[in-house]
């Protein structure tokens, strides 16, 4: 039988079948191996989708599943639609409780990656948004690591370019931009790096693969603009407020230069999948020590603790399951 497979499984969250996962698929609780989509599909050929990655981690102390921010996460989904032109099938609200549902009856005790998805679900040839129907699903998966976020990453600033908002808008999750994501990383991996960084096409820092970006230097953390084509990240926004609130540090937007990373103290990725991940090098340059840096570290420890539920004052962006 098939097994639930994410790139950033961990051995220790265990495995489940697939097939007998439930998940929601166009208004309809079933499991997985009951999903049927035709070869055909608009979505698969044209990239005509678009998504949310959405974490839950369990809680031993409280013996609790908490979902991160999880109705901001179906709020930026709404807006990923709007401009595909679709429509979610419920509001973030009832997403969310959909949601929750969900993962109450896979019973979940481990930390859970949650994806939903939307997509042209006519079974027609044609490269277009108009006129076609919208299919909706969410299904979960057990998922540790998405990148080893102890060690620190070897990036390199790739040869391809960041997508641009006036090709394909860099602050939507659309399915068929992310193939700009994967020649990155591919292109890093198979040189011998972690990650990838790609710069915007004016030569500005942009993001990683899939991933935010920070950059200490002098005592000030910089994060590229909106205007840089990033993605606006929930954990960029998350990072920003722990950084000033709970730190007391200095964070502003602004473009950064490729050889500014060079000479930073500390350079962080961050997401829902790499969550807070350190960077050691970039382009077989070391970033400060060449180890994970203090402020990053500092960070990643309170970052967890938020969203397992032990700082009282962020229990807001959680969403208990049970």
């Not at 609780?29 to 608009?42: E, P, R």
């Not at 890093?188 to 820092?205: F, P, Q």
Request: include cysteine.
């Amino acid at each position: 039988m098939a097994q639930i497979v994410s790139s950033g499984s961990s051995s220790k969250a265990g495995s489940r079948a697939i097939d007998q996962t439930w998940v929601w698929f166009n208004g309809d609780v079933m499991q997985y191996g009951d999903v049927h989509l035709g070869l055909m599909t608009h979505g698969l050929h044209y990239g005509t989708g678009c998504f949310e990655g959405i974490r839950a981690y369990w809680s031993a102390q409280h013996e609790q599943l908490f979902v991160f921010r999880l109705e901001e996460h179906y709020a930026r989904m709404e807006q990923s639609a709007k401009v595909l032109r679709m429509k979610l099938p419920r509001t973030p609200a009832e997403l969310a409780e959909i949601t929750r549902e969900l993962l109450r009856k896979n019973g979940f005790h481990q930390d859970v990656y949650i994806r939903p998805l939307a997509y042209k679900s006519d079974e027609v040839v044609g490269v277009r948004l108009h006129d076609l129907h919208d299919g909706f699903a969410i299904y979960p998966v057990i998922m540790g690591e998405y990148v080893d976020i102890s060690r620190g990453l070897r990036c390199m600033v790739s040869s391809w370019r960041r997508v641009d908002d006036l090709a394909a808008p860099a602050r939507a999750k659309i399915t068929g931009a992310y193939i700009n994501s994967a020649l990155a990383k591919s292109e890093a991996m198979e040189n011998g790096y972690d990650e990838a960084i790609m710069l915007t096409g004016d030569g500005h820092v942009s993001e990683g693969s899939a991933e935010n970006i920070f950059m200490l230097r002098n005592g000030v953390f910089y994060t590229p603009p909106p205007s840089d084509n990033i993605l606006e990240g929930i954990t960029r926004a998350t990072v920003m407020e722990l950084l000033t609130a709970e730190m007391n540090l200095d964070v502003r937007e602004r473009s950064i230069d490729r050889t500014e990373l060079y000479g930073a103290d500390e350079v962080f990725l961050c997401g829902t999948g790499a969550q807070i991940s350190p960077v050691v090098e970039v382009d077989r340059r070391t970033v400060g020590a060449g180890t994970p840096g203090e402020m990053t570290m500092k960070l990643q420890q309170l970052y967890f603790s938020v969203c397992r539920g032990e700082v009282k004052k962020y229990q807001k962006w959680l969403t208990p399951v049970f």
